[in-house]
């Protein structure tokens, strides 16, 4: 049996809801999975501040939960707080981005990435460029739509994302296209007839790197910039993370 976490680090239980329905789709029958909201922060991340403020809410969402976990998933499309939970977790966490972008390189040469709210571009962009895989990204294409509102009325959006994904293929140059975010969460397969290259879903990325990564059951650095970092005192944080600082 395997237990995975997955953090949403927005405060929209519905995109949870969404992620963990989605995940238990490409999980394998002995994986167990829970799903966790952030207690605090913007309904979805769509901007840079936004993004701050949930990797506060991941980091908290993490020390605040008590159940048994050999991995974690994070469950945001770009991927907020992932380094500090990296840092502080003793069990492998996984980024849907950072699964994402490695496992389409994997699949081909370059890679797209289309989702939802256009300040995502930029902020893709320097994203994959912190991963070192600037090179392999062919473009990155935005709707109009937020996640949150694709989530809400899938329907209404999957004309704009499949001529966006097919865009990728046949202007970009992409050999694989990522459909990013987590209010796009399974919409994947319903666009793969409309795009001439692999589509790779988010979640289901996440979902594979965690559970090879729980079966190998790595060994948490002792020493590096994923150690577990000193113990700090600290103000104003829910008793939780104080605590997880503290020791």
Not at 153 to 179: F, H, S
Request: positive net charge; hydrophobic residues 50%.
């Amino acid at each position: 049996m395997t237990d995975i976490l997955l953090i949403n680090p927005n405060t929209t239980q519905s995109i949870t809801d969404l992620v963990l329905k989605t995940a238990r789709r490409f999980a394998a029958k002995d994986t167990k999975l829970r799903a966790v909201t952030g207690a605090f922060g913007p309904r979805y991340i769509a901007s840079r501040v936004a993004y701050a403020i949930a990797g506060h809410a991941a980091v908290d969402a993490f020390a605040n939960d008590r159940g048994r976990k050999d991995a974690v998933v994070l469950a945001c499309f770009g991927d907020p707080g992932l380094a500090a939970l990296k840092e502080i977790a003793k069990v492998p966490v996984v980024g849907m981005a950072d699964a994402s972008i490695l496992q389409a390189c994997a699949v081909g040469n370059r890679f797209s990435i289309v989702t939802g709210g256009e300040r995502w571009q930029s902020m893709l962009e320097e994203f994959v460029t912190s991963q070192g895989l600037s090179s392999r990204l062919a473009s990155i294409r935005t709707v109009a739509p937020t996640g949150a509102d694709i989530a809400r009325n899938p329907k209404a959006a999957m004309a704009l994302l499949a001529r966006g994904c097919a865009a990728c293929v046949r202007e970009d140059g992409a050999d694989v296209v990522i459909l990013g975010g987590a209010g796009l969460a399974g919409l994947a397969a319903r666009l793969k007839s409309a795009v001439d290259a692999p589509v790779l879903d988010g979640v289901a990325c996440a979902i594979a790197m965690a559970e090879a990564l729980a079966r190998q059951k790595p060994a948490k650095a002792k020493i590096g910039a994923l150690a577990l970092p000193a113990p700090v005192d600290s103000v104003g944080l829910s008793p939780a993370l104080a605590k997880l600082l503290s020791s």
